[in-house]
């Protein structure tokens, strides 16, 4: 599956050469779905802005280490993801992040522009993603946010193709469930 | 009906005025990072400062051997010193060149006839020339 960036022509080529511009270019198109991602994990509105801008810095400051430019999306979101990991450890609910399940998981059934959401539904649909154990949420929004393939969600939160199918599916399966179950 | 991307951009839109602040400020910051960056070519050329002194020390020993053989103290010795002749030896040494050119080609010299001027010859053949001064 091709996720949404690969689709785009992004100006990776001339940010490692240093312009501004293209940097520029890059931070834009990120910078929201990257919010995003980090604000539904950590539920903290500076911190997220904070984990943004650290990301943005690292990203500047490192991008020697992205080999193939066509992952910078993902390159970008495993940056943010091991800022949230690190926040997380700091906030002592590292366990949380160690659920596993052990069942095997069916494959990627749907893309994520097949699950629409009703108006009425939208508050539900939030307050579940919240209630989402931090690994499926995580998967989830990757899914949902820049819709990642199962690897580039395997290396942005470096677990197995297998462990993130398994988180992806339970997820929906809870998000499903709720849709369902309303009137 | 709304995609879950669509409705999570939705709820999150507000936010966007303070990302673009943090982008402005990591540009800005980044730009800053990268004319510092060019101007620390001090210290990288401190850092290299062992392996400089290395290769210069080397250098040293390459001109050091290349001078030994053909242009050492020990060659420096054996060439002669100029002797310093004074002009006085060097105008007989002529002399008596000339001298010896001429006996061997047979021409009478200067000297030759003054030396046979003053032959001493019998009294009765000495002419009385005395000259008063």
Redesign the interface.
């Known amino acids: 599956m091709l996720g949404v960036a690969e689709f785009e022509q992004l100006p990776v080529s001339q940010a490692r050469a ?1 312009d ?1 511009a293209a ?2 270019a890059l ?2 198109r990120y ?3 990257l ?2 991602y980090i ?2 994990l950590v539920r903290d ?1 500076q911190a ?2 904070d984990i ?2 650290e990301t ?2 690292n990203a ?2 490192h991008i020697g280490s992205l080999r193939d430019d066509h992952k910078f999306g993902s390159w970008l979101f495993g940056i943010a993801h091991q800022k949230c990991i690190q926040r997380w450890r700091k906030q002592a609910r590292e366990e949380m992040l160690r659920e596993e399940f052990n069942h095997a998981p069916p494959e990627f059934e749907t893309r ?2 097949e ?5 009425e539904e ?1 508050a539900e ?2 307050k579940l993603l919240n209630q989402l154990p931090p690994p499926q949420r995580s998967v989830l ?1 990757l899914h ?2 820049e ?1 990642f393939s199962l690897e580039e969600i395997s290396g942005i939160t470096g677990v197995s193709i297998g462990t993130v199918k398994s988180r992806l599916h339970y997820a929906k399966k809870s998000l499903r469930k709720l849709l369902e179950d309303k009137p | 009906m709304k995609t879950p991307r669509e409705l999570l951009f939705e709820q999150h839109r507000a936010a966007e005025f303070k990302l673009d602040a943090i982008r402005r400020d990591v540009l800005r910051a980044d730009k800053g990072q990268t004319s510092r960056d060019s101007w620390s070519l001090r210290d990288f050329l401190w850092s290299l400062r062992w392996h400089l002194a290395g290769m210069s020390a080397i250098w040293l020993v390459i001109i050091f051997l290349q001078m030994g053989p053909s242009h050492g103290p020990g060659m420096m010795a054996t060439v002669p010193p100029v002797k310093r002749v004074s002009p006085q030896v060097v105008l007989a040494s002529l002399r008596e060149n000339r001298r010896q050119i001429a006996e061997m080609i047979g021409s009478p010299t200067p000297d030759a006839d003054k030396q046979r001027t003053f032959l001493p010859k019998p009294r009765s053949e000495r002419q009385e020339n005395t000259m008063m001064v």
């Not at chain 1, 699950?115 to 108006?119: Q, S, T």
């Open positions: 240093g501004a940097w520029d931070f834009r910078q929201l779905p919010y995003v604000f539904e509105e997220s802005l943004v801008q943005f810095i500047a400051r994520p522009d699950l629409l959401i009703r108006e939208e649909f939030m929004l949902f946010v819709d």
